[in-house]
């Protein structure tokens, strides 16, 4: 965990000693600023003063001596801050300074251990995902010391730019001081070249040094050094840490200098590294500074002018306009607007809320949880401090980092996109080293893999996004997404109707609508697998919200206004579909049993469109899949009316269309009687959100604002179970559903259309689980080719160590 723990240097240092150094090399300045550094770290990391609490005492001292830094002051005012500095630790403690080394060594041991739990140090992984019952080791070293005299010295090197991954030295040295100081910034370090001007032995035998580390890891080092009296010595050295850029040109260098093979150059870049590679990127030059900040929930730059109404977003993307979404939280109704803005911002909610989740689906840059705002819709402002920010006014949101800016900060594209969306051909000669070096990896892995990568679409353009990025096939089109915004009122007439032939008009029409998009979709996946999922939430979300409209009707009468006829119907029909816990309620197939027309509906289109789509010369692979099953008797009776439908269709059209029935996983009692319910289907699709909600019987809405973030906090869990898989208990009950499934059917066309298939993580568990493919947004799809790729080798590796 680099930087994320605590040092202490120069250990056993006490005014004796250092008066002895100072004999012994005749050199005030070295003895007393040993002292002195020992005492601050001392007091810093063991004691847990703030640093400010001795800027307070040696400040004077910088303005007597009319110096900047105490770096900068001569041995008698470096010995009169340390004694200061002691002073401030015993006031502080109210204990006598620890002069013995084995005292103060003992106290610093354990310093290091408490560091473990620090802040950063917990945040940091949670970031990196390491287990908080890991532990550290702490690390006793002899001192040698680069601040005594002036040929000596300490630097940082790394054997490749960690930058950019070019081949050479880079680092930085700093002479006549310790490492801290370059690794905290406190002076301002020369480049590593600086150092043969000083010292060319010891910059050569620097440089042989660092060929030997590197052809021995076989991978970029990162080194720290010092220079004590003309002589090199290495205090330490590590795999370097590199931005996603470096990582992927390192990998194929590496490969063509001999060093590794391209299984191990899988293994050395990550799909969430070429994730952050195909996100537009700010200016960083730009100058412009940050308004605030909030949770990191989709990477990516974006700036448009801040709407609050997804009906305005929507509005003025038509007429050219760039928009920035605003809200408190999003929710389904938003989607129009989602898909209109450039990006969205809220004052609620975290990395797996509902805004975060689409916008990463969408490829759409995310800020939310900025607390420090206030979204005040009825006035169209919203408020950070004493800044207010109008609809119109132009912001810039960085989805990386969290950061949101007050007007316009110029974006660089991401050339990474334009290749994977096929717009770059990596052999041309406009192609990067890095475009070259990420195709090579790219097409190594879709050799390489064994699970399929499909994606999760609903409407034709987001299907050619999927194709295009290299999607094998549809594995999740939710019908629902076709009925929110403009066709919202189809849904909510449907509910509404009192006869039957209401009802059967306002189907006819759905039905329209659904075959439209099921042939645009059918062409653009032409040869390849869609799976269109029948309506799953509950009919209360195409309506009203309870809420809102009861307090419209409350307001109106209070007024004495007449309430319409429509209003009242509608309350009444809120009334009716409310429920307390929708998730567990009249939803998926539950749906399909008491409105069977629905359901019906939604297969004549389906198949309908697809003969269609077959007769205009396409290669059509349909695949209907039913939701939220539970039992082998409900399965088998929707199966039963979706076939006599279909096999209606298909006899009338005189075509034999083949359209395969399956099953979503997503309830704990589907996983654990698989291998009942494998009698009646084509296929098994786990949806893990459900299932993990189910499983750990709570609501992701509810608890991403409420208890989670606290859970996430004390580390009661490593992270977030809707960003990646738990795998312990919702992966245990894919494991058994997969085990018995093939228990019965060895061939049982088995995956997963969860939000987990584009997590990385989750798609190594999904590989070892033996599925067949993952489904994820069209955005994530290079990614889960890339992951798919590395869960193969190092499940190689695993075994080949066992």
Same mark, same amino acid.
């Given at each position: 965990?680099?930087?994320?723990?605590?040092?202490?240097?120069?250990?056993?240092?006490?005014?004796?000693?250092?008066?002895?150094?100072?004999?012994?090399?005749?050199?005030?300045?070295?003895?007393?600023?040993?002292?002195?550094?020992?005492?601050?770290?001392?007091?810093?990391?063991?004691?847990?003063?703030?640093?400010? @609490?001795?800027?307070?005492?040696?400040?004077?001292?910088?303005?007597?001596?009319?110096?900047?830094?105490?770096?900068?002051?001569?041995?008698?005012?470096?010995?009169?801050?340390?004694?200061?500095?002691?002073?401030?630790?015993?006031?502080?403690?109210?204990?006598?300074?620890? /002069?013995?080394?084995?005292?103060?060594?003992? !106290?610093?041991?354990?310093?290091?251990?408490?560091? /473990?739990?620090?802040?950063?140090?917990?945040?940091? &992984?949670?970031?990196?995902?390491?287990?908080?019952?890991?532990?550290?080791?702490?690390?006793? !070293?002899?001192?040698?010391?680069?601040?005594?005299?002036?040929?000596?010295?300490?630097?940082?090197?790394?054997?490749?730019?960690?930058?950019?991954? +070019?081949?050479? %030295?880079?680092?930085?040295?700093?002479?006549?001081?310790?490492?801290?100081?370059?690794?905290?910034?406190?002076?301002?370090?020369?480049?590593?070249?600086?150092?043969?001007?000083?010292?060319?032995?010891?910059?050569?035998?620097?440089?042989?040094?660092?060929?030997?580390?590197?052809?021995?890891?076989?991978?970029?080092?990162?080194?720290?050094?010092?220079?004590?009296?003309?002589?090199?010595?290495?205090?330490?050295?590590?795999?370097?840490?590199?931005?996603?850029?470096?990582?992927?040109?390192?990998?194929?260098?590496?490969?063509?200098?001999?060093?590794?093979?391209?299984?191990?150059?899988?293994?050395?870049?990550?799909?969430?590294?070429?994730?952050?590679?195909?996100?537009?990127?700010?200016?960083?030059?730009?100058?412009?500074?940050?308004?605030?900040?909030?949770?990191?929930?989709?990477?990516? %730059?974006?700036?448009?002018?801040?709407?609050?109404?997804?009906?305005?977003?929507?509005?003025?993307?038509?007429?050219?306009?760039?928009?920035?979404?605003?809200?408190?939280?999003?929710?389904?109704? @938003?989607?129009?607007?989602?898909?209109?803005?450039?990006?969205?911002?809220?004052?609620?909610?975290?990395?797996?809320?509902?805004?975060?989740?689409?916008? &990463?689906?969408?490829?759409?840059?995310?800020?939310?949880?900025?607390?420090?705002?206030?979204?005040?819709?009825?006035?169209?402002?919203?408020?950070?401090? @004493?800044?207010?920010?109008?609809?119109?006014? /132009?912001?810039?949101?960085?989805?990386?980092?969290?950061?949101?800016?007050?007007?316009?900060?110029?974006?660089?594209?991401?050339?990474?996109?334009?290749?994977?969306?096929?717009?770059?051909?990596?052999?041309?000669?406009?192609?990067?080293?890095?475009?070259?070096?990420?195709?090579?990896?790219?097409?190594?892995?879709?050799?390489?893999?064994?699970?399929?990568?499909?994606?999760?679409?609903?409407?034709?353009?987001?299907?050619?996004?999927?194709?295009?990025?290299?999607?094998?096939?549809?594995?999740?089109?939710?019908?629902?997404?076709?009925?929110?915004?403009?066709?919202?009122?189809?849904?909510?007439?449907?509910?509404?109707?009192?006869?039957?032939?209401?009802?059967?008009?306002?189907?006819?029409?759905?039905?329209?609508?659904?075959?439209?998009?099921?042939?645009?979709?059918?062409?653009?996946?032409?040869?390849?697998?869609?799976?269109?999922?029948?309506?799953?939430?509950?009919?209360?979300?195409?309506?009203?919200?309870?809420?809102?409209?009861?307090?419209?009707?409350?307001?109106?009468?209070?007024?004495?206004?007449?309430?319409?006829?429509?209003?009242?119907?509608?309350? &009444?029909?809120?009334?009716?579909?409310?429920?307390?816990?929708?998730?567990?309620?009249?939803?998926?197939?539950?749906?399909?049993?008491?409105?069977?027309?629905?359901?019906?509906?939604?297969?004549?289109?389906?198949?309908?469109?697809?003969?269609?789509?077959?007769? !205009?010369?396409?290669?059509?692979?349909?695949?209907?899949?039913?939701?939220?099953?539970?039992?082998?008797?409900?399965?088998?009776?929707?199966?039963?009316?979706?076939?006599?439908?279909?096999?209606?269709?298909?006899?009338?059209?005189?075509?034999?269309?083949?359209?395969?029935?399956?099953?979503?996983?997503?309830?704990?009692?589907?996983?654990?009687?698989?291998?009942?319910?494998?009698?009646?289907?084509?296929?098994?699709?786990?949806?893990?959100? @459900?299932?993990?909600?189910?499983?750990?019987?709570?609501?992701?809405?509810?608890?991403?604002?409420?208890?989670?973030?606290?859970?996430?906090?004390?580390?009661?869990?490593?992270?977030?179970?809707?960003?990646?898989?738990?795998?312990?208990?919702?992966?245990?009950?894919?494991?058994?559903?997969?085990?018995?499934?093939?228990?019965?059917?060895?061939?049982?066309?088995?995956?997963?259309?969860?939000?987990?298939?584009?997590?990385?993580?989750?798609?190594?568990?999904? +590989?070892?689980?033996?599925?067949?493919?993952?489904?994820?947004?069209?955005?994530?799809?290079?990614?889960?080719?890339?992951?798919?790729?590395?869960?193969?080798?190092?499940?190689?590796?695993?075994?080949?160590?066992?």
């Amino acid at each position: 965990m680099p930087g994320m723990m605590e040092t202490v240097l120069n250990v056993g240092m006490s005014a004796d000693v250092a008066a002895r150094m100072e004999a012994m090399t005749g050199d005030a300045r070295f003895a007393w600023d040993s002292y002195r550094r020992f005492i601050e770290m001392f007091g810093k990391t063991v004691c847990d003063i703030p640093m400010h @609490d001795f800027h307070k005492v040696s400040d004077p001292i910088l303005k007597r001596d009319n110096v900047t830094a105490v770096a900068d002051l001569q041995g008698p005012a470096l010995r009169e801050v340390g004694d200061l500095f002691v002073g401030v630790i015993e006031k502080h403690t109210g204990q006598a300074f620890p /002069w013995t080394a084995r005292d103060q060594l003992l !106290q610093a041991v354990e310093a290091v251990f408490h560091s /473990w739990n620090s802040e950063r140090a917990q945040l940091y &992984r949670r970031r990196e995902r390491i287990p908080a019952d890991l532990g550290t080791a702490v690390n006793v !070293q002899m001192m040698v010391f680069g601040n005594i005299g002036e040929t000596s010295g300490t630097g940082v090197c790394f054997t490749r730019d960690p930058s950019t991954g +070019h081949p050479g %030295a880079y680092g930085d040295y700093l002479p006549r001081a310790q490492g801290e100081d370059v690794v905290n910034g406190s002076r301002n370090a020369f480049p590593l070249t600086h150092l043969k001007t000083l010292n060319e032995p010891a910059f050569n035998q620097l440089q042989s040094i660092m060929d030997k580390l590197e052809a021995h890891y076989k991978d970029m080092c990162d080194i720290e050094f010092t220079v004590e009296s003309g002589s090199l010595w290495i205090l330490q050295t590590r795999v370097g840490k590199r931005t996603a850029e470096a990582a992927f040109q390192i990998a194929t260098q590496l490969v063509d200098e001999g060093a590794i093979d391209m299984n191990e150059a899988l293994k050395r870049v990550t799909g969430d590294q070429l994730g952050n590679l195909m996100f537009p990127q700010f200016d960083k030059s730009s100058g412009i500074k940050e308004l605030t900040r909030g949770i990191a929930a989709s990477p990516g %730059a974006a700036v448009g002018q801040v709407v609050f109404d997804p009906r305005v977003a929507m509005d003025w993307a038509l007429t050219g306009k760039k928009v920035i979404l605003v809200r408190r939280e999003t929710n389904p109704d @938003d989607l129009g607007g989602m898909v209109a803005a450039q990006g969205i911002l809220t004052s609620r909610g975290g990395k797996t809320s509902h805004a975060a989740v689409v916008a &990463r689906g969408m490829g759409r840059a995310a800020v939310c949880g900025t607390d420090s705002i206030e979204v005040i819709n009825d006035e169209q402002i919203f408020k950070c401090g @004493d800044i207010v920010v109008k609809q119109g006014d /132009w912001i810039s949101i960085d989805g990386s980092n969290g950061a949101v800016y007050l007007g316009e900060v110029p974006v660089v594209p991401s050339a990474v996109t334009e290749y994977v969306q096929g717009h770059l051909d990596a052999a041309s000669p406009a192609a990067s080293t890095l475009i070259k070096s990420i195709d090579r990896i790219l097409t190594y892995a879709d050799k390489t893999r064994r699970m399929h990568v499909r994606a999760n679409a609903d409407t034709p353009e987001d299907s050619d996004v999927a194709r295009r990025m290299g999607a094998q096939g549809i594995g999740l089109t939710r019908t629902e997404h076709m009925f929110l915004g403009e066709r919202r009122h189809l849904v909510e007439a449907l509910i509404l109707a009192e006869t039957d032939d209401e009802r059967h008009k306002w189907i006819a029409e759905m039905e329209v609508l659904q075959y439209e998009d099921f042939v645009g979709i059918f062409k653009v996946m032409t040869g390849l697998p869609v799976t269109v999922r029948l309506l799953d939430p509950p009919l209360h979300e195409f309506l009203t919200d309870k809420g809102e409209l009861g307090t419209k009707i409350a307001l109106q009468e209070a007024r004495g206004e007449k309430v319409s006829d429509y209003d009242l119907k509608l309350a &009444r029909a809120v009334n009716r579909l409310h429920e307390s816990n929708p998730m567990m309620g009249l939803r998926g197939v539950r749906l399909g049993v008491l409105i069977p027309e629905l359901f019906t509906m939604q297969v004549r289109a389906l198949a309908r469109a697809a003969i269609e789509v077959k007769r !205009q010369g396409f290669d059509v692979i349909p695949e209907v899949m039913i939701p939220l099953v539970a039992s082998q008797r409900e399965l088998l009776y929707f199966r039963n009316s979706l076939e006599e439908e279909i096999h209606r269709v298909m006899a009338e059209a005189k075509s034999d269309i083949h359209i395969s029935i399956g099953s979503m996983i997503e309830t704990p009692r589907a996983a654990i009687t698989a291998a009942k319910l494998a009698d009646y289907s084509d296929f098994f699709s786990f949806g893990t959100n @459900d299932l993990t909600q189910l499983t750990w019987a709570f609501s992701r809405d509810d608890v991403e604002s409420s208890f989670l973030p606290r859970y996430l906090d004390l580390e009661l869990l490593p992270f977030s179970p809707f960003e990646s898989l738990d795998q312990d208990g919702v992966g245990l009950l894919v494991k058994i559903a997969c085990k018995e499934t093939r228990s019965v059917v060895p061939n049982m066309k088995l995956g997963v259309c969860g939000e987990h298939g584009g997590d990385p993580r989750s798609i190594h568990f999904f +590989h070892e689980a033996g599925l067949d493919y993952v489904s994820c947004s069209p955005f994530r799809v290079p990614v889960a080719r890339l992951e798919a790729a590395r869960a193969v080798v190092m499940a190689d590796s695993v075994s080949s160590t066992a």
